[in-house]
């Protein structure tokens, strides 16, 4: 049967209709899953990395705090600070310091003998007045020093003391740089140094009581005691590096302290167990590696 004009004309009217609606979907359809797709790849391949967070290699100040290794404690002469041979900021010119290497001129020693992880919040805040770009962290020595291995400050005591002194500086100047040195092998001193006599009535003042009493003994108290030192030690510094490792302005020397293996020649020849002043040069040479390096130590 014939169609008449107006079925024709309803029937072109939906088939345009039909057509309009159609053609915006396919063309959204193939946008979605073609031309969006290759515009996010192409982005996502053109986009840069976050940029890694600056390390300013060449600070113009150096404020240091720590304990008695940091001020030279015998080095120089018995049971005396000796800061002049500091391997932080020391200006012996035989020790060669960080500063000395880094050609800093200004520089401040808050560090004290004695001084435990607990006393460094406190250090920090005179460290921060003088404003330096660079700050040196040297504890946690004196933690496992007690008069027994019961003494020894607990590591979650010592996590708190050292979270609490970073976040202090880090509050005072958000953008200064923090070297933190890890604590030396203790157990590697006293095997060192218990084959000197002078050294040995030198430790019968107290000297490390928890490590270096009985010098001599080797029966099984006595490697069960030091083994906690030991062990004691080992927590500590990786508390220092995993705390350091959540602040993008702080570098762990990696454990590089802990490793270096010091020999008699490097101790003091007062007491057998601080650095003296070739120990100190050692140290001195190990923090500005760290600092200098492109990378932080691993």
């Given amino acids: 049967m014939p169609e008449s004009r107006r079925s024709r004309r309803g029937r072109t009217a939906v088939a345009a209709l ?9 063309a959204l359809a193939g946008c979605d899953s073609s ?7 192409q982005a996502h391949r053109g986009a840069s990395p976050p940029p890694a967070p600056t390390w300013d290699r060449s600070p113009r100040s150096v404020a240091a705090v720590g304990d008695s290794i940091t001020r030279g404690f015998d080095a120089c002469s018995v049971l005396s600070d000796c800061p002049a041979v500091s391997w932080a900021t020391g200006s012996d010119a ?16 808050d560090a004290r003998t004695g001084a435990r992880m607990a006393d460094v919040p406190g250090q920090i805040a005179a460290a921060a007045a003088h404003r330096p770009e660079l ?4 504890a ?4 496992a020093c007690r008069d027994s291995v019961s003494h020894m400050t607990p590591v979650d005591e010592f996590r708190t003391s050292f979270a609490t002194a970073l976040k202090r500086f880090r509050t ?13 092998d203790l157990k590697r001193l006293w095997s060192q140094g218990r084959g000197n006599p002078l050294g040995k009535e030198i430790w019968k003042l107290g000297f490390c009581a928890s490590m270096l009493r009985d010098a001599d003994a080797v029966d099984p108290a006595a490697v069960r005691r030091r083994d906690a030192v030991q062990e004691r030690v080992l927590a500590y510094n990786t508390v220092l590096k995993d705390v350091c490792a959540a602040d993008t302005h702080c570098r762990y020397d990696g454990g590089a302290v802990f490793g270096f293996r010091f020999t008699g020649a490097q101790l003091s020849h007062w007491d057998w167990f601080h650095p003296g002043r070739d120990g100190q040069e050692r140290l001195a040479e190990i923090a500005y590696r760290a600092i200098t390096a492109v990378r932080p130590p691993a």
């Fill in 94 to 109: 035989r020790v060669r310091s960080l500063v000395s290497r880094l050609g800093v001129k200004k520089a401040w020693n």
């Fill in 135 to 138: 700050l040196t962290i040297m």
């Fill in 172 to 184: 005072a100047l958000p953008k200064s740089e923090v070297y933190v040195s890890s604590v030396p």
């Fill in 18 to 26: 039909t057509a309009a609606l159609v053609l915006p979907l396919g």
């Fill in 140 to 143: 946690g020595a004196n933690d």
């Fill in 35 to 41: 031309d969006s797709g290759a515009n996010r790849a």
